[in-house]
C-alpha cells in the first residue's frame, strides 16, 4: 500500500487535529533506526520527542516489559497495589535532586504530571495563582495550555482558558530579552496584577522544549529558588522533555545546582511506555486530600517495569557521559558550518538536547522556510528532524542516547549535505 493510500485512509479516519510531522509509516524500529512499510530505512533524530532516550526496543526495557507482561499487565494501583510502583517511587525520590525528604505519585501522561503539579501546589499552599513563561509548553489539556507559552496550534479555537495564570517573557539573548528583564517583569507583575502571596506555583522548564530549546540561565533558576522561598510559593521543574540522561545529566536541573521543590517527569522515563510522574517535596505531596491524586492507568505495572530498566541502562551504559560526548560532537560540527550557511544564527545545546536557529541570511529575521526545506530535505534523504519554536525556525535534534557511531556519524554526513546544498545563492 502506498503512502497516499495510508494517508488517504488516515484523513478519512483520524480527526485533522492530530497533526504529523512525516508521512513515514513505520514498521519496524531498532535503536536508532526505523523502517516503513515499504522497506525504507531512517535515521531517528525524533526519539518519539525525546521519548526513546535509550532507543526503539532496548533488550532490558523489552525484557523487562515481557516478563511483566507474563505476570499481570493492570489492577489499577488505587485498587490492588503492586511492590514496582512502590519500588520506582522510592529510586526517583533518591534520584531527583533536592536534599529533603521526597514522595513521588505516578500518572500517564506528561500534561498529567504537570495538572498534578499545579494541584498539588495549590493544595500545599492554599493559594491559586500560577507564574509561566513565554514559549512555554506544559500540555494540550486544558490547564496545560493555558499554562503554555504558545497560541499557534495549542490555544486556538478553544475558548476561555484556565484563571489566574500568569506569564512573563523566558530570557533570550539571541532575542534581547535578558534575565534581568525577566526578573523586571516578575516584579512588575507582583505590583501590578497579582500579590505574590496569593502566587501557588513558578512553573519552568530548564530547556524549552517546543519553545526553541533555549536553556534557563543558571542566574535565573537561583533567582527564582530565592523568590519562591522568600514568598512561599512552590517552584516547579518541568523536566518532561529534559528529564532522563538527555542533557548529559538525569536531570537538567543538576545542571545548576539549583532544586525545585516539584518536579514533573515523563516522556524518557519508560523507553516507549506511557509513564509520568511528580516527584517533590513529602510535606507538598502529602498536602492533598486522600484520593485527590491518582488515575486508572496511572503507574500501569508493564511501564513501571520498562522505568526500571531504563534506569539501569542509563547508569551501565553511561548515557549521560555519552549524551555530553555527542552532543558536543554534534555543535562542533554544525559550528564549522556556520561560516558557509549563512542561515544559522545559534547553536545552543546541553547534552544531546541541542538546537540550530536559523535566520534569513540577510537579515535577523526568523526564517521558518529555510528551517522546513531542512526537516524536508533531510528527511528525503533518510534523517527524521524535528523543528521548533515560536517562530518555527528552529532544528531540534533528540537521537536515541544509544545511537551507534556510525549511524551518527551518517545522520552528521547527511545534514551537512542538506544544509549546504539548501544555503547555495
Known sequence: MTESMLAKRRSAAIAK??????????????????????????????????????????????????????????????????????????????????????KTVFVTTGAEAVENAVKIA???????????????????TF???????????????????????????FPVGL???????????????????????????IIIEPVQGEGGFYPAPTELLKALREIADCHGIVLIADEIQTGFARTGKLFAMEHHEVAADLTTMAKGLAGGLPLAAVTGRAELMDAVVLGGLGGTYGGNPVA?????????????????????????????????????VPQIADVRGLGLMIAVEFNRADSQEPDACFTNAVRQKALERGLILLMCGVHGNVIRFLPPLTIQNNVFDEALDILESVLLDLAEP
Open 304 to 340: 513501571i517495569a520498562a522505568a526500571h530498566a531504563v534506569l539501569d541502562v542509563i547508569e551501565e551504559e553511561q548515557l549521560n557521559e555519552r549524551a555530553t560526548q555527542l552532543g558536543d560532537q554534534l555543535k562542533q560540527r554544525l559550528h564549522e558550518l556556520r561560516p558557509r
Open 143 to 169: 490547564l496545560g495550555m493555558s499554562l503554555t507559552g504558545k497560541v499557534a496550534p495549542y490555544k486556538m479555537g478553544f475558548g476561555p482558558l484556565v484563571s489566574d495564570i500568569y506569564r512573563v517573557p
Open 17 to 102: 487535529g492530530v497533526g504529523v510531522t512525516t508521512q513515514v509509516y513505520a514498521e519496524r524500529a531498532e535503536n536508532a533506526e526505523i523502517w516503513d512499510v515499504h522497506g525504507q530505512r531512517y535515521v531517528d533524530f525524533a526519539a518519539g520527542i525525546a521519548v526513546v532516550n535509550t532507543g526503539h526496543r532496548h533488550p532490558r526495557v523489552i525484557a523487562a516489559a515481557r516478563e511483566q507482561l507474563e505476570q499481570f499487565t493492570h489492577t489499577c494501583h488505587q485498587v490492588v497495589p503492586y511492590e514496582n510502583y512502590v519500588a520506582l517511587a522510592e529510586r526517583l525520590n533518591r534520584l531527583v535532586p533536592g536534599n529533603f525528604t521526597k
Open 175 to 201: 532575542h534581547g530579552i535578558s534575565v534581568e528583564q525577566t526578573l523586571n517583569a516578575l516584579d512588575n507583575l507582583f505590583k501590578a496584577d497579582i500579590d505574590p502571596s496569593r502566587v501557588a506555583a
Open 122 to 140: 495549590r493544595a500545599a499552599t492554599g493559594r491559586s495563582g500560577v507564574v509561566a513563561f513565554s514559549g512555554a509548553f506544559h500540555g494540550r
